[in-house]
């Protein structure tokens, strides 16, 4: 027996750091749990926490203490209690139990089986049961097994119903309707198992492990007694795919677990795990393997797992620090360290011990080229050829080389120097043009491809040399591995991996776990297109597929990382002349690692056999949290959360990769990595959908997401009825508003129809005063001197002052009359009512007025103008007057849009003068406020200041009714 598993990785959860003890039995549910039956109730595991399900350890549960579980189909678990009948758990949650009213006698329920017809079997402390309409129904007398202890039940892969019950072996043929007894004698608490081939075995607790039955019947007792394994007390027996046994044993024997490896039918070697490995207890009883291969071996003081490792160490292989691989002639990989004592590296050899790896080896006389330190040999079988390296190169030792065939040679020993072996000599060495040449490989064309330590390549075809560099797209640091694949070109670096494509330009590899293509030394493509890289983190593996399209499309590759759990017993070595990943013909992929040489079999699978399931935890808001139920609702006012979720995977769930969205948030998927915590922030009111997807290690996704929809709940200011009802307020609002300001704007132009009413009244007093009063003057003159009767003497001269008068007085109204109208007429012409301004006053000789008009002038009403007029002005006489000015322009344009603009290179105005409104700024401003125009006013000292005043055309010429003083002006004027 050999202590420890080989190829194993172990983990042990104990009883002090939160497993269970007085573990019984172990099922694994659809979603990849795996549920435990203990002494103190039922136990679920995800690969990280336990927890104990309430729903079958409360007030209800008729007892703690479980021995059987059996879980026939999802969402059913059957539970076998130790003195207190059965339990039915669907769903999870509802317990149903069966005791003494329902069929089932008091005592250990001790196994859980279905038969041929789909019938559920239970054995019991007084023998067998069925489950029928119900019930646990007895046995008829006619199917002729007794009414004794029910040990085991199990239904072979060909129908075939086996049962120990009292102390031997029953069976029902497949279609049978009665046992039938074998005659083979068993102890109490014995079990049964199939093996892959078919066989039965039976571990009985007095005389150990052996087959009792194979495809074609029952063995005979002679070949039991053959092949029996006293030693394997097991208290349970698993096979494996690969027909090995797994056994728990019994305390009464060795106690811990066994596994046994057999070569046909023989049992070839046996290895334990007990507490010295690292076992929590020698008391081991249930054994199980989960849908990711992983092995369970539950003890009465916790639960360890045993999962495969892919990689193996050749613990029998060179010992010192320095491990080189090397290929003969023949293309067969053999392995070598310091004192250059090849190993043989084939299948068939493995499992010999060191001398006899070195003893097939040096029966090989086919050659094989090696390396010393400062030198080349040539190995057949025992005889050896050293071979110096020539010239100023003796004594040194290679940075790299290649051996294409048993009679050439090719190393990078100094300077930019490669020298070529060739049928006993050295030729003349190629000048590779750059120093430090730090690998090389076949270009698969005859040719040869050497990497430098400055990240560049070259390419060499017996007469040309190309270089590659960052120019070409390759930056990956040193170079460390290459490797011509076809087409491809794969070139590893320091700092990672790059792919060309014919002559294409390189491409890098991107992974998403750092680091994990750095440091490169061996470069593998099997012949499943499997990328194989033994690097600084230790063995990875990618589909070459996969490699290219994030060479050539960036996208971020997830690579399968093996490491120390997965067997690497450490990581590549970091310096030597040749690569330390090579693929022997047999499929074995052999590694030079810093701890030594170690294999990893790429004909067998090395991958998760299915995807994990995931789950969706607690949702986390504000300092609340509870299970994410779909249709779950969320409080008003909650706009920031967080959702949990996890991936059942038993294996190493550290390294579940996952996928999620959100509704109504995410686009497309978000990769999380291996983080098991979705984050939203800033949401709303409604109804959402999480969904969540995971992978494996080895990439395997899951086809259909795990989805979860909840509610956010709105606050009454997020309905839809009290945002309905703002809207109508800020209408209303709005409409309130505007309706001011109409009344605001009638009363000002009510008040400004005031003004000009009261100025026409003045006028039309005016031309009473003068024109009418006069006039009528003259008529009652004219009519005294006409009723005299006759003339008397100065008649005529009084008729002529009379007529004088009369004359004079309507001159005098003419004048003003025809005075109103030139203004009215004068203003009209914007430009020259505005020069006028100009040149009312006496101006200096050097001050200038210069007007330009643009446009075809428009009318304008009456009203509007005036304004316009006086704020021009305004801004003329400021010139004047205050500005010192030299010049002064103003600009009238006339369009869409009517502008004036004043300016001179006065004296000008600091910003707060303007501000405050000096020199009538403020009276322009309210006349400007009155029509509807924008002013705007310029200054600076010293630069002058303009005056700039705009208004839309259409307000200028829009039409109002005549009001009652303009009718009475034009009947004045008619």
Known sequence: MHAGFSGYHHTAWRAGQGAPGDIWDIQQDETGR???????????FDGQRFERQESVAGAGAPSLNMITLFADRPGSMWIGYYHAGIGHLTGGRTLKTYQRGEGVPPGVVSSFAYDDQGVLWAAVEQGLRRFRNGRWEKLPASMGVPERRGHWLLKDSRGTFWALVGQQVWYIPKGGATFIATGIGVAQMSTLAESPSGEIWLADRVRGTMP????????PEAEREARRLPAIVASRLHFTADGVMWAPMRVDGIGGAARVIFAGKTAVSVETFNVAQGL???????????????????????????????????????TDPYRVLGRNAAGELLGYGEDAVPYALQRQALGLPRAGLQAAALRNSTPFWQFEWTNLVMRRGRELQRIQFPG????????????????????CVQGTFLSHYDHGAWRSPVDLQRNRCSALAADGRGGLIAGFADGAVALYDGTRLHTLGKADGLDVGPITSILAAGDLLLVAGEKGLAIRRGVKAFGEVRADIAGVLEGITGIVVDGSRQLWLNGGRGLVRLDLSTALESATQGIVVSPRLFDDVDGMPGVALQSGPLPTAQLSPDGLLWLGTNQGLAWLDTLKPNRSRSAPVT????????DEQEPLADGATIPAGITQLQIDFIAQSLARPERNRYRYRLSRVDAG??????????????????????????ASEDGVWGTAPTKASFTIEPLLTQTFWFRSLVAIAIILLIAAAARMRARNITALVKARYEERLHERERIARDLHDTLLQGSQGLLLRLHA????????????????????????????????????RQEADHRADLAAALSDVFRQDTQPDDRRLRVTVEGEPTRIRTEALEE????GREAIRNAIEHSGASAIEVEIAYGTTFRLHVRDDGQGMAPDRVREGHWGLQGMRERALRLGAELKIWSRPGLGTEVALSISTHRLNHSRAAAPWSRLLKRLRS
């Not at 009792?212 to 063995?219: F, K, R, V, Y």
């Not at 020698?282 to 992983?294: I, K, S, T």
């Not at 190169?393 to 065939?405: D, H, K, M, V």
């Open 212 to 219: 009792i039955a194979d495809a074609h019947g029952m063995l």
């Open 669 to 694: 998927w978000r990769d999380a990595g291996s983080a098991t915590t979705a984050y939203y922030t800033n949401l709303g009111p409604g109804t959402y959908t999480f969904e969540v997807i995971a």
């Open 392 to 411: 100023p190169a003796e004594g040194l030792q290679p940075q790299a080389l290649y051996f294409p065939n048993a009679h050439e040679a090719w190393a």
């Open 615 to 622: 789950s969706i935890g607690n949702i986390h808001y504000g």
């Open 868 to 871: 316009i007029y006086l704020i």
């Open 280 to 318: 929590a207890s020698p008391a081991a009883v249930p054994v199980f393997e989960d849908r990711e291969g992983n092995i369970w071996i539950g003890t009465n003081l916790g639960l360890s797992r045993f999962r495969a490792q892919s990689v193996r160490t050749l613990s029998e292989g060179p």
């Open 785 to 820: 001197i006409s009723v005299m009767p006759a003339l008397p003497p100065g008649a005529q001269e009084r008729l002529e002052s009379a007529m004088q008068a009369a004359e004079d007085s309507l001159r005098e109204g003419r004048d003003r009359v025809t005075a109103l």
């Open 34 to 44: 795996l549920w435990l039956a203990t002494g103190s109730g039922l136990y679920t």
